[in-house]
Nanobody, 120 residues
Framework: QVRLVESGGGLVQPGDSLRLSCGAAGISLVENAVGWFRQAPGNEREGVSCMNPTDGTTAYENSVEGRFTISRDNVKNTVYLLLNSLTPEDTAVYHC?????????????WGQGTQVTVSS
C-alpha cells in the first residue's frame, strides 16, 4: 500500500525558513516524479515544485523560484522542500504527490498535507 507523509510545517515569522519532508512507503520517490502543492483557505490548489525521477530535473512555480528548493534523499526515499524568505502569502497546507514524470497528466498518490503559517 502506497503512503505519502508530509512533515515539517509550522508557525514561523516572515523571512524565516522551513524544510518540509515527504516520506514514502510502498513507492520509490527515486523512480517517480514528486510534486509539492499548496492550498490556502479560499484558494485553489497550486503546484509549487516538481522533481523528475532519476535525473532529478526540477521545476518551480514563478512566485517561489529562487526561494524554494526541492531535493531528494535517495537512501531515505524522501523528498524535501526548503522554503526560504517566507512571506504571509506562503501560508497554506502543503501536500506532496507522485506520478511518473512531471510532464504526466495525472497525479497518482497524495499525502495528507502539512500546515505552514507565516505570521508576525
Amino acid at each position: 500500500q502506497v503512503r505519502l507523509v508530509e512533515s515539517g510545517g509550522g508557525l514561523v515569522q516572515p523571512g524565516d525558513s522551513l524544510r518540509l519532508s515527504c516520506g514514502a512507503a510502498g513507492i520509490s520517490l527515486v523512480e517517480n516524479a514528486v510534486g509539492w502543492f499548496r492550498q490556502a483557505p479560499g484558494n485553489e490548489r497550486e503546484g509549487v515544485s516538481c522533481m523528475n525521477p532519476t535525473d532529478g530535473t526540477t521545476a518551480y512555480e514563478n512566485s517561489v523560484e529562487g526561494r524554494f528548493t526541492i531535493s531528494r534523499d535517495n537512501v531515505k526515499n524522501t523528498v524535501y522542500l526548503l522554503l526560504n524568505s517566507l512571506t504571509p502569502e506562503d501560508t497554506a497546507v502543503y501536500h506532496c504527490a507522485t506520478k511518473g514524470r512531471c510532464s504526466d497528466y495525472n497525479w497518482n498518490y497524495w499525502g495528507q498535507g502539512t500546515q505552514v503559517t507565516v505570521s508576525s
